[in-house]
């Protein structure tokens, strides 16, 4: 790989940032030469801040890195494609993207997020919280009591009642997994490996 940066009177190429598990484009940024060595030989990407006039390390001052796993150039050599393991938020609006159509809609990153914040920072009027102050036991019983609802309404014909199940027990789950330290990226790694065999 050899991207062609004398191309551009500033030295600079767009770099596209996509979301290794989700193909979500995620932002854009530019880089010089250094920024990419930088980028290759840390594991994370760093970007040059055309705003600071020197180099930038995306999470450098909120700890949301992006950890790099594939970079691959254009057929012109003059943009590159970053696929990444974000670790937290990438936009400054503590949005997963910084493109807008994405930043106002639900998504399970950001129940993910909610989830471990009524963890972190419990509530005494919080639903969610209460489970976690109740321990493991009983977040697992409620996803066995979540997963056998689903299966009775499954049997019937009432949409409603099944997709409401299904959104009770997903929920739970996503409980249960953060209870345990995990969260839908490490399930998501799983089923990709078994996906390559």
């Not at 055309?50 to 003059?78: A, F, P």
């Not at 990444?84 to 639900?106: L, Q, R």
């Not at 005494?124 to 009591?145: P, R």
């Not at 009642?161 to 299904?166: I, R, S, T, V």
Request: one cysteine or more; aromatic letters at 8%; proline letters at 2%.
């Amino acid at each position: 790989m050899k991207p062609d940066f004398a191309k551009y009177s500033d030295g600079l190429i767009p770099a596209i940032i996509q979301d290794s598990n989700s193909q979500k484009v995620l932002m854009l940024g530019f880089m010089n030469e250094e920024a990419l060595t930088k980028t290759k030989s840390e594991g994370r990407v760093t970007f040059f801040s055309r705003s600071k006039q020197r180099l930038w390390t995306k999470g450098e001052s909120s700890g949301n890195y992006l950890t790099v796993k594939e970079i691959m150039e254009d057929c012109d050599s003059d943009t590159l494609l970053i696929k990444v393991d974000p670790t937290g938020s990438v936009c400054h609006t503590g949005a997963d993207t910084c493109f807008k159509e994405d930043n106002s809609s639900f998504s399970l990153d950001k129940l993910e997020q909610i989830i471990a914040d009524r963890k972190n920072n419990a509530s005494d009027t919080s639903y969610t919280s209460s489970l976690f102050t109740k321990g493991i036991n009983k977040i697992a019983q409620k996803v066995g009591e979540e997963a056998v609802e689903l299966v009775i309404e499954s049997k019937d014909d009432d949409k409603e009642k099944f997709l409401g199940e299904a959104a009770d027990l997903l929920f739970h789950y996503l409980i249960l997994l953060q209870a345990k330290g995990f969260g839908l990226r490490d399930v998501k790694q799983v089923l990709a490996a078994r996906h390559k065999n």
